[in-house]
């Protein structure tokens, strides 16, 4: 459900919306690499993950294990 052809001044929006500055230089590049992660990340929706835990990456802080204690 991606959208591969994502305009440049598209992805620019989007990164104005959350506050992410591009250069106009860096833009066509910024858009690409952009556009192939959505595609990679549009694989993990035919993949079953049915059943499997979740896995913390990065730990809270706040957490008492986060730590070792």
Known sequence: M????????QVRKMA???G?????ADLPE???RFASLMQELDL???MDLEG??????F???GFPDAEGG
């Not at 992410?20 to 106009?24: A, K, N, Q, V």
């Not at 499997?52 to 990456?57: A, C, D, G, K, S």
Request: overall charge negative; charged content about 25%; hydrophobic content about 40%.
């Open 2 to 9: 991606t959208n591969p052809d994502l305009s440049a001044e």
């Open 16 to 18: 104005d919306l959350v």
């Open 20 to 24: 992410i500055p591009i250069d106009d």
């Open 30 to 32: 910024v858009a690409n």
């Open 44 to 46: 993990l929706r035919h």
């Open 52 to 57: 499997l835990e979740p896995v913390t990456i």
């Open 59 to 61: 730990p809270d802080p």
